[in-house]
């Protein structure tokens, strides 16, 4: 007894075969599955723009409670001027405004060159995002070494505050008020060089953090991961150097 084979009609075959050449079928890339799959793209994020708004989201949930530290800071010192005016504006008078106004124009200089940076670094310009970073640190380092001669200053006439902190050249030109003692007075005088060297000392620091940082933006560009669909780490130091100059 011969087999036989049992074709299906052609009625019934030929929708199966279109269906399952359709299934088969590679789907078409879109552009959504093109950047999927850019080089660029870290693997846990969505697309470019969804990796580009998290970093910028990241930055200004730090940027945010900095502004509460400095702000606590800066309501501390504003509350206690309020108490001892006379002593505070005496240690104020005796701070170098020369020195004070230069750093400030240099720090404006920065701001000025880290935006040409971010600007550079978004047309993705290599060579002079690097040109305008190193402008940036340069000044960044100026600003360091005039407040460090600001530092010595205060140390040579002992108005650092603790052991060996001395007030008599702030005294020989204060106007003590009526009712409070030369020793009050003095203390009041070492508070507010206390909140002095606090809060110029945490700006330094953060100075001296995003000179840190600013080396390793500079390998990133360098070593081309600083495009123009990429850039985000340019723009968030960007963020972070015009936050400390505004502290400032």
Wanted: glycine share 8%; with cysteine.
């Amino acid at each position: 007894m011969s087999s036989t084979s049992v074709e299906a009609p052609d009625r019934l075959k030929g929708p199966i075969a279109d269906h399952e050449s359709q299934v088969l079928e590679p789907p078409s890339p879109t552009e959504r599955d093109f950047e999927h799959h850019h080089p660029e793209l870290d693997h846990h994020f969505a697309d470019l723009n969804q990796q580009r708004d998290s970093a910028t989201l990241g930055m200004w949930a730090f940027l945010i409670q900095e502004i509460m530290f400095f702000g606590g800071l800066v309501a501390a010192y504003l509350y206690y001027r309020s108490l001892h005016l006379e002593a505070f504006d005496a240690g104020s008078n005796h701070l170098d405004v020369v020195l004070g106004t230069f750093n400030t124009v240099v720090l404006i200089g920065s701001s000025f060159t880290m935006a040409l940076c971010v600007r550079t670094a978004q047309l993705g310009r290599r060579k002079p995002t690097l040109v305008w970073l190193g402008s940036t640190a340069l000044l960044g380092g100026v600003f360091l070494v005039v407040k460090a001669f600001e530092y010595a200053q205060k140390f040579e006439h002992s108005l650092v505050p603790g052991r060996f902190f001395s007030a008599d050249d702030v005294l020989a030109h204060a106007s003590i008020p009526a009712g409070v003692s030369p020793d009050a007075f003095a203390g009041q005088l070492e508070l507010f060089y206390g909140f002095y060297f606090v809060m110029t000392g945490m700006h330094a620091l953060h100075m001296v953090v995003g000179a840190g940082l600013m080396v390793w933006v500079a390998l990133r560009v360098q070593q081309g991961r600083v495009t123009q669909q990429r850039h985000a780490i340019v723009e968030n130091f960007g963020l972070y150097w015009h936050f400390v100059d505004i502290v400032w």
